[in-house]
C-alpha cells in the first residue's frame, strides 16, 4: 500500500464482532473469561484492549513498522524508553530539545544514575566523540523544537549500529507523512500523538513504534507494568485522525510555505527557521529524508524585544496562543516562557531560543487569512 492508503486501511479490519467498519470503543476495563486463563485474548484493558490494539497496528503501519505501542502521553512513551536502560547508562541527545523532554531528562532519570550529554548534531559526527562504553541510547529530534534544526537520521543510525547502540527518533514535527525513521536505520520511533497525527486538539497520547521483535517484547512489558496506557475513547480519536493524516499534512506543508516566504519578507523580522529554505544549514538533507517541509515554523523580530514579542502574539486573531501544535487550527507559543520554560535561560540562548522567538504551528485554513493576521499582528 501506498502512505495515504495506509493511513485509512494499513493493518486495520472491520470488527471480528459484528463488522463495524470502524473499530468500536471497547469502553471496559475487563473480559468474561470460560474458565481460569481462557478468555478470547484479553484479560485486563491495562494489558490489552482491542480499540488499543486496533490503533497500535494502524501506528505500525504508518511508519512501516512491525510493532505499536500507544501510551497516555508523548512524554510516557519517553518514559518507556528510558526504562530500557540502567543506572550507569548514558544518553546522547540533541541539544535542541523539546522542553518536556529536557525536563524528565534532566530532573528524572539523572537522579536514577543515567548520564545525558547534550550535543549539537548538525553534524553527526560531533555524537562520536560522546560514545564510550557506557553509551546506550542516541536521542534525536528532527526537525527540532522549536528551532527546526534537521538531522541526518541515516548518518546518525550508521554511527549507532557501528557502536551497538539504540537510536530513537521523536518524529513529532515530521510526521511518518515526511519521513519515516525506522526506513532510514533508526530502532525507535516516538510521536507525541497529542500533536499531528491525533490532529483535531482533543486528545493527549503518545506512541512508539518499533520493528525488532525482543525490542517490541521489552517495550511492551515496560508498558504493562508501568501502566502509562491511553484509554479507548483516545484511541477511537487518534485512529480517526490517522485516516485523514495525509489530506492535513498536504496542506499544512502548503501553508507553512507560504507563511515561511512571507514573513522572511518582513521588514520587522529578523530571522525565519524553516528547513524549506534553501539557506537552511542543512536544508539538502531535509530533502533527502523528507517528503516536504512541515507547517512549523519559528521566528525572531528585530531588537529581540521580550515585552514586544509577546505583544505580538497576543493581537494574533486568527493563530490562537496556546500550548501544543498540529491541530487544523494555526497555533502560536512563545518558547521562552512556555514550552521551553524549564530550560534555563542561558541554555535555551545557546540553541537560539531567544526571548523574541515565536513558534507558529500553520493551521489548514485559508493561507490569505493566516497572513493578514500575522500583517496585521506586527504592525
Known sequence: MKFNTKTIHGKQQPDLAYGAVMPPIYQTSTYAQSTPGEHKGYEYSRSKNPTRDALENAFASIENGEFGLAFGS??????????????????????????????LFTSVFKNFGITFHFVNMDNPDAIEAYINDDTKLIWVETPTNPMLNIIDIEATAAIAKKHNILLAVDNTFATPYLQQPLDLGADIVMHSVTKYIGGHSDLVMGALIVKEKLLAERLYFIQNASGAICGPQDAFLALRGIKTLHVRMQRHCENGKAIALYLASHPKVENVYWPGFESHPNHEIAKKQMKDFGGMISFTT???????????????????????LGGVESLAGHPASMTHASIPKEEREKTGVVDSLIRLSVGIEDEEDLINDLKQALG
Open 74 to 103: 508523548g512524554l510516557a512513551a519517553i518514559d518507556a524508553v528510558l526504562k530500557l536502560l540502567k543506572s550507569g547508562d548514558e544518553v546522547i541527545c540533541t541539544n535542541d530539545l523539546y522542553g518536556g523532554t529536557y525536563r
Open 302 to 324: 528585530k531588537g529581540n524585544d521580550y515585552n514586544k514579542s509577546i505583544k505580538l502574539i497576543e493581537n494574533l486573531k486568527i493563530f490562537t496562543l496556546a500550548e501544543s
